[in-house]
């Protein structure tokens, strides 16, 4: 009996089941199912890491939180503290605006012209492109520690070896508010590799017809370079100037090693101040509000730089 | 006996020897204390040695000795506190100290030295344990005493030099003519320094104050007494801020001018002592065991003395003011409190403490009997920089205060502001920190 009505069930089972398939579901449906099962963990990892986070800060910008007591409402306070009482806060602002207006042109320069040297056939060029690229992989602590040794006044590498080839006295790079920043830039730009390496995959994209053309106009090596070269080259500078200034606006690591934001705050960049609010003094509220502001800030400059590159960047080859 | 019946007895029996084992083992099994500081280098070796021997007294706990690096414990800290995941003892900095006390982030120690019934007085100096309380609470036990800047000085040079290396200067005055007699500059370049007075003054750099060494030895207070205002825009604050830029100005040609070429942190500036190429240098009694690692040679050379006092000023004595001392303190939500009352007594105030001292030949002991065998030519020094040590209470904003006072005698040094200017404005700031943070 009991075998009749489980064939019955059998033979009577709509077709769905019988193919393996959920009852009402189309294909579109089952596709668009496996795809967010496949895309969970992301999601749940973006959800838990990045946008509880971007909200707790959101929340916490309104309050006076120091981390052991529960956060007390504030209101707009800290914004207003940052903007209308902060000296410090500003002086902050000025000195990531001058690191990322000498950093970011500076490193775009270098490894432009770093790219157009090693962008040749020539025998060995290998390993100058893995000498200038090395420096990028080395971390960022290890190399500020390195040039911790060599700026050292007394027993670094580079000023003693100026006082006795040269009898020049050097500053004391990392302690003289005049070069504390530029002793830091240029640690940046000596790990230039990256910039550099997209430069060269941006080089060795253009089309080899483009030269040959402006050569048959007669156009000069400076022309080849300035209309050719540099015009197709404007969505890699283009990357690169964003990248370069959103980096610029989080500098940390280096400072910290370096100089901690001294002397005289002169190397006081945004991401450090926001360090010693939110870790070193517990004013974890006003952290926040200061981290929210760099987000505006790097969001409308590079809207600003979007809103613009339609007057200079080519896309003509894409 | 049918075979199935005799199978489960077994069974049974290694089930219950297995339940059994492991009910012990759960009744003896150490209990873990984690211990977080920063004793790196050679020292994290010489703390494990110690570190055993309360294991091997205590055979219920076993240790995790959590070696941290200075420049990452304040997030490290952090994120514990804010998670509740912290360790059983933390060893803290001097700023660092009222920050964490004024949370409330430390489990105060009355009731547990009541209970034990210990007697502070008898095993610490007055001023360690008066620095470890927080208000009327007692925080943490020190594990060393707040220790005033000494100077050190090389009795070659100041023979060269002319100067008595028998009688090292007890003025600022004396000081300011020693430096300038053992300066040797042409110019700008100077190919032997006398001294610099504002070690680690540049903002960033260390957990020194120079502006309170000096002004702790003109008279000056840095706050009132019950730490809610501002004391050192007083004259005595003045007239230290002119006397730093002057004595920096007249010795060096400015502040700056050293800086640039000897440095101005500890690590910038011993290898130049060292090598005899700087006459006297601002450092802790600790430079000894430093020395004597780093360069032996110098031993012989050297002599030491407190920092001396504004001659000047009537009022001026020999004392120096600490806001915080170091210690081990317990967090609050410890997860093994006990053990870490156990491990506190023994590594800061028992036998494990002492033995950590002699070790290192350290000689800023906080505890009254425990010995340490300096040189001869050092003790007598050593004892007056420790007798001069004044606790002050410090409000839980005083990294921020120090921080200020840094930048405050920087711009003056610097020649950015004068020292008139720039008291005020710093009067001004720690005026709004403290109203912000009482």
């Known amino acids: 009996m009991a075998e009749i009505s489980l064939l019955r069930k059998v033979t009577h089972a709509p077709r769905h089941r019988a193919e393996g398939r959920s009852p009402g579901l189309s294909n579109t449906t089952r596709e668009a199912l496996w795809g967010y099962f496949f895309i969970a963990p992301w999601i749940i990892g973006f959800l838990l890491f990045s946008l509880g986070p971007i909200l707790a800060t959101m929340y916490l910008s309104l309050t006076h939180y120091d981390v052991v007591s529960a956060p007390r409402w504030a209101g707009l306070d800290n914004f207003s503290r940052m903007f209308f009482e902060d ?94 920043l530029l002793a830091i830039i240029s640690l940046s730009v000596w790990q230039i590799g990256h910039t550099m390496m997209i430069f060269l995959a941006g080089l060795q994209e253009i089309p080899r017809e483009l030269y040959e053309a402006a050569e048959l106009d007669g156009a000069s090596a400076f022309q080849k370079t300035r209309f050719v070269t540099l015009s197709m080259l404007t969505p890699t500078i283009y990357f690169n100037l964003i990248i370069g200034i959103i980096n610029s606006f989080q500098a940390f690591a280096a400072v910290f090693i370096l ?20 870790i070193e003094y517990l004013e974890m509220g006003y952290a926040s509000t200061m981290a929210l502001v760099l987000v505006a800030i790097i969001l409308s400059l590079t809207i600003l730089i979007m809103k613009t590159s339609d007057k200079w960047v080519n896309y003509d080859r894409v | 006996m049918p075979k199935s019946r005799k199978k489960f007895g077994v069974l049974s029996a290694a089930a219950a020897a297995m339940g059994l084992a492991v009910t012990m083992t759960q009744a003896y099994a150490a209990e873990k204390i984690v211990f977080w500081n920063n004793w790196d280098g050679s020292r994290a070796p010489q703390l494990r040695s110690v570190l055993d021997q309360f294991e091997k007294q205590n055979p219920g706990y076993t240790v995790e000795n959590v070696t941290l690096s200075s420049d990452t414990t304040a997030q490290r800290m952090l994120t514990a506190v804010a998670s509740g995941d912290v360790p059983d003892l933390y060893m803290t900095q001097a700023n660092d100290f009222p920050k ?56 070659d040079l100041f023979k060269k030099a002319g100067l008595d290396p028998d009688n090292p200067p007890k003025t600022w005055k004396e000081l300011e003519d020693a430096a300038i007699k053992t300066t040797v500059r042409d110019g700008a370049v100077i190919s032997q320094l006398g001294l610099n007075i504002c070690l680690n003054c540049a903002t960033g750099s260390g957990s020194e104050n120079a502006f309170i060494e000096w002004l702790s030895r ?91 006092i504004n001659g000047d000023n009537k009022d001026a004595t020999q004392r120096y003011l600490a806001y915080g001392t170091p210690g081990y303190a317990i967090p609050a939500k410890a997860k093994h409190p006990e053990g870490a009352w156990k491990l506190l007594k023994f590594i800061a105030a028992g036998e494990g403490a002492c033995q950590f001292f002699t070790m290192q030949q350290r000689v800023d002991t906080p505890l009254r009997n425990c010995k340490v065998d300096v040189p001869p030519q050092f003790v007598a020094a050593f004892k007056a920089n420790g007798d001069l040590v004044q606790s002050r209470q410090a409000p839980s904003s005083f990294q921020q205060i120090h921080v200020r006072l840094q930048q405050m005698q920087e711009a003056v040094l610097l020649g950015k502001e004068t020292p008139e200017a720039a008291l005020k404005a710093a009067a001004t700031d720690v005026k709004a920190i403290l109203a912000r943070t009482n």
């Open chain 1, 259 to 278: 100089t901690r934001g001294g002397p005289a705050n002169e190397t006081m960049v945004y991401i450090m101040y926001l360090y010693r609010r939110g």
């Open chain 2, 100 to 155: 964490w006390a004024g949370l409330g982030a430390f489990r105060p120690l009355d009731d547990l030295v009541a209970r034990d019934g210990l007697k502070l007085d008898e095993i610490f100096f007055s001023g360690g344990i008066e620095g470890s309380r927080y208000g009327d609470k007692l925080i943490q036990f020190p594990f060393k005493v707040p220790t005033s800047l000494m100077i050190w000085y090389n009795k």
């Open chain 2, 218 to 308: 003109n008279g000056g207070e840095v706050l009132t007494a019950d730490a809610k205002d501002v004391a050192f825009g007083s004259p005595e604050g003045l007239d230290t801020l002119k006397w730093m830029q002057g004595f920096s100005n007249r010795t060096a040609g400015s502040w700056q001018n050293a800086v640039r070429q000897f440095g101005s942190t500890f690590k910038d500036q011993r290898p130049s002592f060292y090598m005899g190429k700087m006459a006297m240098i601002m450092d802790g009694p600790f430079l000894y065991n430093i020395m004597a690692k780093d360069a032996p040679q110098m031993l012989d050379k050297v002599g030491v003395f407190v920092a001396p």
């Open chain 1, 87 to 180: 000296k410090e806060y500003w002086k902050t602002l000025a000195v990531t605006v001058e690191y990322s207006a000498i950093r970011v042109p500076l490193c775009i320069a270098v490894g432009l012209v770093l790219a157009m040297l090693i962008n040749t056939q020539a025998r060995g060029i290998s390993i100058f492109r893995l000498a200038l690229y090395l420096p990028a992989i080395v971390p960022l602590v290890a190399a500020s520690i390195l040039w911790l040794w060599l700026l050292n006044p007394q027993y670094g590498f580079i000023n003693p070896t100026l006082r006795d080839t040269f009898g020049v006295i050097a500053p004391n790079w990392l302690r003289d508010e005049n070069f504390a």
